[in-house]
């Protein structure tokens, strides 16, 4: 699939479940092979999916961890969201003021103080777990985050000296709710990564197509911003095509962080690939 890019966006642990299905979908409708694209971008829950595809790990196993004695998986406290730190950071990422450097500014130092359901260092223990290595694959796979003191978004790659586990434990790091990730002096978290971040790299690179697989998410600004670069790609001549999720994945509900819809996510997920593979088929050939 050359200059073809893999797009996986943010979405929770529901998210991870449904974007493996997705994956697993086209997989047995078309063939579909995710480590053959030219870049693999992951965003939060795409960055871990992500990871796994450039490892040529097979999404049909996205729920192996879950059910085992030890896993890194396990149920956590579902975020409040009616008091708290991350209460406090959802209502500034909500506000008109969301985008501002003074904003995350704000959220950075909540989130840097917040106490979190675990700690940074078990944190990125659950991802080394996960992921497996920190070895970066061979694929051109790049994980986004946030560095705390900017609000600037960041592209992990493996040139930058950073382990792959950390790389990503610091994408999928939600502020007030997971610890804040540090490397190399700056801390890293999963926050706003600016409009049109993806048509950046997908320029960059000269990519003649694109599919985006993220979740339609509570915060309807996020998805108006993937919905608006999605387009912003598609007026470059780039071909793409996007796979939001079906009303399947609606029915679950908002809270991306409930661990026990996973199962239904994954099947929701299997359910959306296999009716898009034609799309997805035409837009690879």
Same mark, same amino acid.
């Given at each position: 699939?050359?200059?073809?890019?893999?797009?996986?966006?943010?979405?929770?642990?529901?998210?991870? !479940?449904? +974007?493996?299905?997705?994956?697993?979908?086209?997989?047995?409708?078309?063939?579909?092979?995710? !480590? $053959?694209?030219?870049?693999?971008? &992951? =965003?939060?829950?795409?960055?871990?999916?992500?990871?796994?595809?450039?490892?040529?790990?097979?999404?049909?196993?996205?729920?192996?961890?879950?059910?085992?004695?030890? $896993?890194?998986?396990?149920?956590?406290?579902?975020?409040?969201?009616?008091?708290?730190?991350?209460?406090?950071?959802?209502?500034?990422?909500?506000? !008109? +003021? @969301?985008?501002?450097?003074?904003?995350? #500014?704000?959220?950075?130092?909540?989130?840097?103080?917040?106490?979190?359901?675990? $700690?940074?260092?078990?944190?990125? #223990?659950?991802? +080394?777990?996960?992921?497996?290595?920190?070895?970066?694959?061979?694929?051109?796979?790049? /994980?986004?985050?946030?560095?705390?003191?900017?609000?600037? /978004?960041?592209?992990?790659?493996? @040139?930058?000296?950073?382990?792959?586990?950390?790389?990503?434990? $610091?994408?999928?790091?939600? /502020?007030?709710?997971?610890?804040?990730?540090?490397?190399?002096?700056?801390?890293?978290?999963?926050?706003?990564?600016?409009?049109?971040?993806?048509? =950046?790299?997908?320029?960059?690179?000269?990519?003649?197509?694109?599919?985006?697989?993220?979740?339609?998410?509570?915060?309807?600004?996020?998805? +108006?911003?993937?919905?608006?670069?999605?387009?912003?790609?598609?007026?470059?001549?780039?071909?793409?095509?996007?796979?939001? &999720?079906?009303?399947?994945?609606?029915?679950?509900?908002?809270?991306?962080?409930?661990?026990?819809?996973?199962?239904? #996510?994954?099947?929701?997920?299997?359910?959306?690939?296999?009716?898009?593979?034609?799309?997805?088929? !035409?837009?690879?050939?």
């Amino acid at each position: 699939m050359a200059g073809f890019g893999l797009l996986l966006g943010g979405g929770g642990a529901v998210g991870i !479940a449904w +974007e493996n299905g997705v994956l697993a979908g086209l997989m047995d409708a078309i063939g579909f092979e995710p !480590a $053959s694209s030219t870049v693999i971008v &992951g =965003t939060s829950a795409g960055s871990a999916v992500g990871a796994d595809m450039a490892l040529g790990k097979d999404p049909h196993d996205a729920l192996a961890l879950d059910t085992g004695p030890g $896993s890194p998986r396990r149920d956590r406290p579902p975020p409040d969201l009616t008091k708290g730190p991350f209460a406090e950071i959802m209502a500034l990422m909500l506000s !008109a +003021e @969301a985008g501002k450097p003074e904003t995350v #500014a704000k959220i950075a130092a909540i989130a840097r103080e917040a106490e979190t359901v675990v $700690s940074e260092e078990r944190f990125v #223990a659950m991802f +080394e777990r996960t992921v497996g290595t920190n070895d970066w694959p061979d694929v051109d796979f790049r /994980p986004t985050t946030t560095a705390c003191s900017t609000g600037a /978004p960041k592209f992990w790659r493996s @040139a930058d000296g950073i382990g792959l586990a950390r790389a990503v434990a $610091s994408s999928c790091a939600i /502020p007030g709710y997971f610890p804040v990730v540090s490397h190399a002096g700056e801390h890293y978290m999963d926050a706003a990564r600016g409009p049109r971040y993806h048509t =950046t790299i997908v320029g960059d690179l000269g990519l003649e197509s694109a599919l985006f697989v993220g979740p339609r998410l509570a915060i309807p600004r996020v998805t +108006e911003m993937i919905v608006d670069d999605m387009q912003a790609l598609a007026d470059t001549g780039v071909r793409v095509h996007s796979i939001l &999720g079906s009303e399947r994945l609606s029915k679950l509900g908002v809270n991306l962080m409930d661990f026990s819809k996973r199962p239904a #996510a994954f099947e929701a997920g299997l359910a959306d690939g296999r009716e898009h593979a034609d799309a997805v088929a !035409a837009l690879i050939r």
